[in-house]
């Protein structure tokens, strides 16, 4: 490599990182703000505005919502798509390509199309639009994510590994259990708190299938209709950290125990 | 009950188009040490995992202790298996590893205790029970899958090619551990390998397979002394092999037209005439300066001689074919690349073999 394209590498690869980064400071910057109004330049600073939204029974409350989704849909994907990658993994039978097919449509289907067309469904059986309606679409969306983590994980398992447990006196469940889970675990981890956040991010299905209790993504765009407020700024820099801190820690979980 | 711990009776397997065992037959006695060898495909290995429970015979029956096992699944059979890869669990340690097969048992955790430190103690593993696989050497691991094998007190026990994955050094010493651990439990071992060496180190018996048939089956003495077939002679130790037709047999004895001279040596039977191969073991046929005063007496051009250690060898190209002959390492006659020299070697050591 010449020294004009490390030059030229290094400065797109900084372009790059200032263009993923620059608005998030700025939103951060804001919700330290001693003032209504959004722009520069900052003469003081406050937490005010987090002390608001805590105190703020809405966000607290749409918060608590959208946990209890999020951890409901992922129990729901986590169990269907472990079932899925398992049922994957043997070598072929009848349809094996008709079921993968099926196991990865919710993750291509754009999400406006899906969220209409549950909307649709649900009122054909007669389900009200609401929490149970919400979980159900997450549920389906997360299922193929779950799937192909644990999937993956699953090929790299010897069948040496259950063929001994089944030789040391376990039958196929008990083989299961206690074998091939523990070695899904890293993956079952990565699995689950991918699909926790990408609950808790949705916003066009929960928008769809929602009665009028919002979740979090909901209440922040209807917040924002109503104009920009630093108290959003404070709640989605709050969300911001704990999801990275979340996600970077799963990531690291699942490299170092994909080692062993 | 029987004495027999396994009795394979007519068993065809077939995957597909291949067939990996064909009507096999063969009964194994209580506490022998059998290996079975052969390259890959011939069977060894089909027939291990159908003792196993893993695979099911197309047709025939196997018989465990007695009781027919057919069609028994794995978890339900007196058998445990070292596996190639140890397949040890990653996630438990040396001790919850041994541990698995006896809890299954539903023995008692006071049992299970003292079980697991009775087999550690006895493969030296007490200081690493605590170790998780990936935190042990190779040898080890190789010990830790045996112990878990051993532990539930099977009737049976399988290996499957085992000593693959060491280093030559540390395969010579298992071998010898191996025989003797098998030799103090008086388990039978039901051993699988493609290596001969192995095989004739370790082993009671020796059971050689090629194409999902027995070719043999013997001491490994009488597999290397007095192989049946061309396939054994040459599958086990290193040999000559002459290529000629069968002149008279009587009282075991024959002789082989071979480059218009007769050569004596051991026949079974056969008609005058047919094609046959004889097989002479290196190390007995002798190389010297001058006619020697053997039954067999060959003479030929010295192509090369090499220093291998304990021994040296030589390659002698006569008239009808390149022969390979051995000396003591000791021996200070000096032959010379391109000197006529003598072979020899009595009716004994050569093998006559038919096609």
């Known amino acids: 490599m010449t020294r004009h394209t490390r030059l030229f590498m290094s400065m797109a690869y900084w372009g790059f990182a200032i263009y993923l980064f620059l608005p998030i400071t700025i939103m951060i910057a804001m919700s330290f703000k001693d003032s209504k109004f959004i722009g520069f330049p900052i003469r003081s600073w406050t937490t005010d505005w987090y002390g608001q939204a805590i105190a703020n029974g809405e966000f607290v409350s749409a918060t608590g919502y959208s946990l209890l989704v999020a951890v409901v849909s992922t129990a729901i994907s986590m169990v269907m798509g472990t079932w899925l990658a398992v049922l994957l993994a043997r070598k072929s039978f009848w349809g094996r390509g008709v079921v993968f097919a099926l196991t990865m449509l919710p993750a291509v289907v754009p999400g406006i199309i899906s969220a209409i067309s549950f909307r649709i469904y649900i009122r054909l059986i007669e389900l009200d639009p609401g929490m149970v309606a919400i979980i159900f679409g997450h549920a389906v969306h997360n299922v193929p994510f779950v799937a192909l983590v644990v999937g993956a994980r699953l090929g790299t398992m010897p069948r040496s590994h259950t063929e001994a447990a089944q030789d040391l006196g376990a039958d196929p469940l008990i083989a299961f259990l206690r074998v091939t889970v523990p070695y899904l675990k890293p993956a079952m981890v990565g699995g689950a708190v991918f699909s926790l956040l990408l609950s808790f991010d949705d916003f066009v299905r929960s928008f769809f299938l929602g009665s009028y209790e919002p979740t979090l993504p909901v209440l922040l765009f209807s917040k924002l209709r109503s104009g920009m407020s630093p108290e959003i700024n404070a709640i989605s820099t709050l969300v911001l950290i704990v999801t990275a801190i979340l996600g970077l820690w799963a990531e690291r979980s699942m490299r170092r125990m994909n080692k062993g | ?355």
């Not at chain 2, 009488?222 to 130790?237: H, M, Q, S």
């Not at chain 2, 390492?329 to 010379?336: K, M, Q, V």
Request: hydrophobic content about 40%; charged content about 25%; glycine content about 10%.
């Open chain 2, 1 to 355: 009950m029987t004495d027999d711990v396994v009795h394979i009776d007519r068993v065809t397997k077939k995957f597909g188009k291949i067939t990996a065992l064909d009507e096999m037959n063969i009964k194994i006695k209580r506490g022998e040490f059998v290996t079975f060898l052969g390259p890959s495909g011939c069977g060894k290995s089909t027939t291990l995992r159908i003792l196993g429970g893993f695979e099911r015979p197309d047709s025939g029956t196997v018989y465990l202790s007695g009781q027919d096992v057919t069609r028994l699944p794995p978890n339900r059979r007196k058998v445990n298996m070292v596996f190639q890869d140890y397949a040890l669990f990653p996630h438990m340690t040396v001790r919850q590893n041994v541990a698995f097969g006896l809890e299954l048992k539903g023995m008692g955790r006071s049992a299970i205790d003292a079980r697991i430190t009775e087999i550690l103690s006895f493969l030296e593993l007490m200081p690493l029970i605590d170790r998780f696989p990936d935190q042990i050497s190779g040898g080890q691991r190789q010990r830790a899958a045996l112990a878990r094998a051993l532990a539930p007190d099977p009737d049976l026990l399988l290996l499957d090619e085992p000593l693959g994955a060491l280093d030559a050094r540390l395969r010579a010493q298992v071998q010898i551990e191996l025989k003797s651990i098998q030799r103090s439990t008086g388990k039978t071992f039901f051993f699988v390998t493609h290596d001969q060496d192995e095989a004739l180190t370790m082993s009671d018996r020796i059971v050689v397979m090629n194409g999902g048939k027995i070719e043999q089956d013997g001491t490994p003495e009488d597999l290397y002394l007095r192989p049946k077939t061309r396939f054994v002679a040459e599958f086990i130790g290193e040999t000559n092999m002459l290529e000629g037709q069968l002149g008279t047999v009587s009282n075991g004895t024959g002789a082989m037209e071979w480059q218009g001279q007769t050569l004596t040596g051991i026949a079974q039977k056969g008609t005058p005439g047919q094609p046959v191969h004889a097989s002479i073991r290196l190390e007995r046929v002798q190389i010297s300066p001058e006619k020697p005063s053997h039954d067999n007496v060959v003479s030929g051009r010295l192509v090369n001689s090499l220093f291998k250690g304990n021994r040296r060898m030589f390659e002698v190209k006569t008239p009808g074919a390149t022969l390979l002959a051995t000396a003591p390492e000791n021996d200070s006659t000096a032959y010379l690349p391109g000197s006529e020299v003598w072979l020899g070697w009595n009716r004994d050591d050569m093998i006559i073999l038919a096609d």
